[in-house]
């Protein structure tokens, strides 16, 4: 049987970047370079991506791969969750294996006409329960990558990981395709009723367990709303996971909805997940 699921307090939320997730002297800079995709699993849609590549990286073998929903927030150097200054330190002390990231925007349809704005497909692509997201990773994203890249094909090398939405995205593309992607990490995920993500604890309790090792990160101060309570639904993900025997870990905090938890414990995650 497993062990009896404890509802943790919430601890104060930290808020501020340690030395991991800032520029050290004497670390070595992996790149970033910008570019954009049109994909064909969602049609007419368009999207920027980053993609880093540590500066430890040589194709002599294959480097691990991690992809980032909303991307850009990730590269961010003055945000709140540079995850590309978090790489370059883990890496550097070796704390991390040679990574490379793959920081991807969600998809938009272009304006059909001067002074219309272009519509956003964020919510379509992460909140759906299906393997369309995986699919476009999987088809598309990666292989792209690949062929500039050596990547590991290995699903123990592969993680992903998001906020919010992109957070139960991450989670949806694991669960869908543990064969191909057997790390997560969640940032104040929206397992909440969008688009059905609030069915998840009960599939994942009726389901046999997946090779999936998932960190999620909440705040008992998240959302509260139509679509339901954030934190209660990390709780009922987190009991789930414990009742099926994953390999999970909870970060309770008193935090609300935003990503200042979650990038100042980034290197922390990182390192448990990549353990």
């Not at 995986?134 to 890249?149: C, H, I, K």
């Not at 390999?247 to 353990?275: F, I, Q, S, V």
Request: charged fraction near 20%; aromatic fraction near 12%.
């Amino acid at each position: 049987m497993p062990d009896r699921f404890i509802i943790p307090n919430p601890r104060p939320a930290p808020s501020t970047l340690g030395p991991d997730a800032q520029r050290q002297p004497g670390v070595p800079r992996g790149s970033v370079t910008k570019a954009e995709w049109r994909s064909s699993i969602f049609p007419g849609t368009l999207r920027d991506y980053y993609i880093y590549i540590p500066a430890q990286y040589t194709p002599d073998s294959a480097a691990n791969v991690m992809v980032f929903q909303d991307g850009r927030g990730y590269v961010n150097e003055e945000g709140t969750a540079p995850a590309h200054i978090v790489f370059d330190n883990l890496i550097h002390q070796r704390r991390l294996p040679v990574t490379i990231g793959i920081f991807i925007n969600p998809g938009y349809f272009p304006p059909v006409a001067e002074g219309r704005e272009p519509i956003s497909n964020r919510s379509f692509e992460y909140d759906t329960l299906s393997d369309q997201y995986a699919r476009f990773l999987l088809e598309e994203m990666l292989p792209m990558v690949g062929a500039q890249y050596r990547l590991t094909q290995e699903a123990n090398g592969r993680a992903i990981c998001g906020a919010s939405s992109g957070g139960i995205c991450a989670w949806t593309v694991a669960w869908e395709r543990p064969d191909a992607f057997s790390k997560v990490l969640s940032h104040v995920g929206s397992f909440a009723n969008i688009r059905g993500g609030h069915v998840y604890p009960a599939l994942i309790r009726k389901t046999p367990p997946k090779p999936i090792r998932i960190f999620l990160q909440a705040g008992s101060n998240d959302l509260d709303c139509d679509w339901g309570n954030w934190a209660l639904a990390n709780l009922e993900m987190a009991a789930a996971l414990n009742f099926a025997g994953y390999d999970y870990r909870l970060d309770y905090g008193d935090g609300a909805h935003n990503d200042k938890h979650g990038g100042a414990t980034l290197p922390e995650a990182l390192e448990w997940l990549w353990r």
